[in-house]
């Protein structure tokens, strides 16, 4: 009789009597249980299994208002470890990390019952259930606004920049003011930091701030959102060329997870013999579901596929949890592990001359 090929892996029982002596080790036989633990574990094999390889392009796509939860020393963390080679983000994501690591602070607010008039009367911006002052976040605008015209200034002529050219100036100007947020960290790390939507977000405000005054024909710094495209897919060539694979995250969805995805498609493009090239490995941490057509691009293991942005077979692996949950489990487990990136590729060669 054939081997029932169903009956390889068990379900392993939840006993707390018999729980694993370290939390990283429980984490890691949450794989072997089922629904959102399992799913949540086995973004956390992915990823740390990703870690392992010797040739491999990390990518990792942030969404969501985690940086204003809190969640943006994790990402400055996993900068400094090199879990991450390329960083692809929302632009409230680093803008309101850029707020807290100004000094300025976040206040717990109700969720449930707020009275947001009230809130507006004393000028307190809500997000959800906490909240920022709002004469506070014109500072940060003022900061980045200070940032532009500076730079503007300086120019002799007409300058194009594409967006991770213009976050990795802005976090060598924030480092040198000791403001230590993920594009600073990530400009000494020589991590690119894309922002394929870089205008929504308090950098539109604060372009519109430093620079309204002059005419559009006599403005010196023009930010090329199109550039992005080009450069991401640079960096992918240059690691497959050198025989990296690619692996991908997205803490959420939203741009940076579409926007990653895309990688794989332009390199399909550029071939004439119909070759894919889709991300080996990825991860997907989101509360969003596909049917109501919003988890862009869909599941890491579904819809992309059809795509050639994720490989049939590969490693790949999501969850349905909130991020906060999520993010806090899984660097406390690496952390606790003390786990190490075997051999993150140096990109500096992207950032010669920019």
């Known amino acids: 009789m054939a081997v029932n090929p169903y009956k390889k892996f068990r379900r392993e029982s939840f006993e707390p009597n018999r729980l694993p002596k370290t939390f990283w080790q429980d984490f890691a036989s949450w794989a072997d249980s089922s629904f959102q633990a399992r799913g949540l574990a086995e973004v956390y094999r992915v990823w ?9 392009l990390i990518f990792l796509g942030y969404s969501g208002s985690l940086s204003s939860a809190g969640f943006w020393p994790g990402i400055v963390w996993l900068i400094k470890n090199r879990f991450i080679d390329v960083l692809v983000s929302t632009g409230a994501n680093i803008s309101e990390d850029v707020f807290e690591a100004m000094g300025k602070k976040y206040y717990k607010v109700d969720p449930w019952f707020p009275d947001d008039a009230d809130l507006l ?5 809500r997000f959800y259930d906490h909240a920022a002052d709002e004469y506070d976040y014109r ?10 015209r500076e730079w503007n200034a300086e120019l002799t002529e007409r300058t194009v920049v594409s967006t991770v050219e213009f976050l990795h100036r802005l976090g060598v100007w924030l480092g040198k003011k000791d403001i230590w947020s993920i594009t600073a960290v990530a400009a000494k790390a020589k991590v690119p930091v894309f922002c394929p939507a870089l205008v929504d977000s308090g950098y539109g405000e604060a372009y519109i701030r430093a620079l309204h005054s002059i005419p559009r024909a006599e403005r010196k710094l023009i930010i090329e959102q199109f550039w992005d495209a080009e450069q991401i897919f640079e960096i992918a060539e240059w690691g497959r060329k050198r025989g990296y694979r690619k692996g991908a995250g997205y803490i959420g969805g939203g741009v940076p997870k579409d926007f990653t995805q895309l990688v794989s498609v332009s390199q399909a493009l550029m071939e004439d013999n119909e070759k894919v090239f889709p991300f080996d490995y990825s991860f997907q941490i989101t509360t969003d579901s596909p049917q109501w057509g919003g988890l862009s691009g869909c599941g890491v293991m579904t819809e992309p596929i059809s795509w050639g942005k994720q490989g049939n077979g590969g490693r790949n692996a999501q969850a349905f949890v909130d991020a906060t949950i999520a993010l806090r489990l899984i660097l406390r487990a690496f952390k606790e592990e003390g786990l190490n990136r075997r051999a993150p590729p140096d990109l500096g060669w992207f950032f010669n001359g920019k």
């Open 48 to 56: 740390r299994d990703m870690m392992q390889e010797k040739k491999i």
């Open 139 to 148: 500072d940060l605008e003022a900061l980045l606004a200070d940032f532009i």
């Open 121 to 125: 009367e004393h000028k307190m911006d």
